[in-house]
């Protein structure tokens, strides 16, 4: 079988695509599109997957992005077409971003069978476009008034060496007992300047504990800097910008202050880590909020919004978490207990296989 995969501009839209593009490859072949020179032609191709280059632009309102838009789809739109009519595709993947867009029109107008994955809370623009002419869209969390047998609630697909590192981590709760800090790839200036805050006040009450941040590379040098001259004497920290190999990092943590992307959210679920969230308040339709909201139901972590945050509040919820064990175990029939690539890509198998 023969499938095409589409995803990109943040790595919540491309992490997914090569899990899923790994399930995929058992059964057959995967051509992955992807913008020339950009993050996801760089992530597919360092993990061995054929890329496609497409053009494609973000959809903005305004006349000037709009016709940008019309002539960037319809370049990126011909090449997908290409490659569905040249040989017999049996399905598409899209996993969000417009990057996906020219692949969706290209497996419309070649009656190639379209599977989306909305990884949030709140659908995207792109999902929410086409979702009508989706045979199924998985969902990586539960979405408001989307049900029904084309919806299927799977949880986020998480690349497998990453799902078995992780759920071995849930296993040996009692032996992680370290505090991360989650910046992003891009960086999150309020979670580093957080991080700064709490290392400091944490070393002055003695608290011994390892402390590791995840920068992001724009502002990894300052708070390596600013780390360097505290002459911390209980904390042991570790400052990295990025890690493709974030398994290593997440196996030495009990709790994580993160925003409320929905990947990271779903890798610190599956690995039993809990999260104390603080979403970006500028997020696009509150989702980051929402993916919260949906996490603390489920006794997975706790909200705390940016704007209302008490330090001293802040820190006895941390300190808490720190303390017991069992923060972050899973409950029963939880989404994130089954592996969600596995779930999705059996589904477009079979699907495939049995018309």
């Known amino acids: 079988m023969k499938y095409v995969i589409a995803g990109g501009g943040t790595g919540g839209h491309i992490y997914p695509a090569v899990a899923i593009a790994e ?71 899209g996993t969000g ?16 069978p379209i599977y989306l994955l909305e ?3 709140v659908m995207g623009r792109a999902n929410r476009l086409f979702a009508h002419a989706a045979k199924r869209i998985f969902l990586g969390f539960p979405v408001e008034n989307r049900s029904g047998a084309r919806y299927i609630l799977t949880g ?4 497998r060496r990453l799902y078995a590192a992780l759920t071995a981590c849930r296993t040996n709760s009692s032996q992680r007992t370290g505090l991360l ?8 200036l309020f979670i580093n300047n957080l991080f ?37 004497r209980h904390i042991v920290p570790s400052i990295v910008p990025y890690s493709e190999q974030m398994e290593d990092i997440y196996c030495n943590a009990r709790v994580a202050v993160t925003r409320g992307g929905a990947l990271a959210l779903t890798e610190l679920a599956v690995g039993g880590i809990y999260a104390v969230i603080i979403p970006y308040p500028f997020a696009v339709g509150h989702h980051q909020s929402t993916n919260a909201a949906y996490l603390q139901s489920q006794h997975l972590g706790v ?53």
């Open 23 to 93: 399930r995929l490859l058992t059964s057959g072949s995967v051509t992955m599109l992807a913008r020339s020179e950009s993050m996801e032609e760089r992530v597919f191709l360092a993990y061995g997957l054929a890329v496609s280059t497409v053009s494609s632009a973000p959809f903005l309102y305004s006349p000037r992005s709009i016709w940008r838009l019309t002539r960037s789809t319809a370049s990126g739109v011909r090449a997908a077409h290409r490659i569905m009519s040249t040989s017999h595709v049996d399905a598409f993947i």
């Open 196 to 232: 700064l805050r709490t290392v400091h006040e944490l070393d002055e009450r003695g608290r011994s504990l390892h402390v590791t941040a995840v920068t992001g590379t724009d502002d990894y040098a300052r708070i390596r800097d600013e780390v360097s001259g505290m002459k911390l």
């Open 303 to 355: 909200e705390i919004e940016q704007d209302v945050l008490d330090f001293n509040a802040y820190l006895s919820i941390l300190e808490k978490a720190l303390a017991e064990e069992r923060s972050g175990q899973l409950p029963p029939e939880s989404i994130f207990a089954t592996d969600a690539g596995d779930s999705i890509a059996k589904t477009i198998q079979q699907e495939c296989l049995h018309g």
């Open 119 to 121: 990884q949030n809370t």
């Open 156 to 159: 986020n697909p998480l690349r």
């Open 97 to 112: 971003g417009y990057v996906s867009v020219p692949g969706i029109l290209a497996a419309l107008m070649t009656g190639v």
């Open 181 to 188: 800090f989650l910046g992003g790839s891009g960086g999150a």
